[in-house]
């Protein structure tokens, strides 16, 4: 599990790393600890995912509840625990997707039962997709942090909220891994994440975050029966 502490104090980031350590070591799981002293340095992030992100609400001039409304679009599968020493702030979290809300001085009692609860979350999440990387890593992504994928060369690029990965597989054996509802080959270079798709134009896909993805002559018969199809599975 990789999780990430947003806190402007750094004396209590030390504290809290321990306290997340030390349930690490009782329980026997794996946790890497990330800091990130300010929102800034957190909005930039661009390496491997985060699992959890254990939120500061009053960070300096920032505020942490827009922050983390932030990441909530940036990386959905990002989970939010807010940190605070004020519990009137806990009637601000509302609009925010987030999983717990505990008082500082309490997360030493209850680490527990937060941790209970993000493990559950991520067991109830969409199936994880582990892949080479270019290297000798291994990186396991959900597809909700996916783009797109791109052959150019003998090389496969991962594009994804959290940043790019490169690895050797051909687009055909990467579709196998793939759901055909959510990913859609689109060209001899190209495979898409459907979810993080804003318009079908003619030629091409236009993504949410404005980058745009050609679709071939050949593909394109395909391409528009499976926007159709993911379409269909949207409406409620």
Known sequence: MRAGICDDDSKWYQCAKEIIEGYGKKTDTKIEILYFPQGESLEVYEGDP???????????????????????KKWRNCQIIYL???????????????????LKEQFKDRIGEVFGKILHN????????????IGGKEVILAPEDILYFERSGRVTRIVT?????????KL?????????????????????????????????????????????????KGVKAAFMRWAMTQTV
């Open 50 to 72: 985060l699992d959890v992100i254990f939120m500061d609400v009053n960070l300096g001039e920032e505020n942490g509840i827009v922050l983390a409304g932030k990441i909530n």
């Open 161 to 169: 909220v959290w940043g790019n990965y490169e690895i050797w597989d």
């Open 172 to 220: 055909k054996d990467v579709m196998g891994k793939l759901s055909e509802v959510d990913f859609v080959r689109c060209h001899n270079s190209y495979i898409v994440y459907m979810p993080a798709v804003r318009e079908l134009r003619k030629g091409c896909f236009i993504l949410k975050n404005g980058t745009k993805i050609m679709i071939s002559r050949s593909h394109m």
């Open 122 to 133: 991520m067991e109830q999440k969409s199936e994880r997709l582990a892949f080479s990387v």
């Open 84 to 102: 605070t020493n004020y519990l009137s702030y806990a009637t601000e979290t509302y609009h925010t997707d987030y999983t717990f809300f505990v």
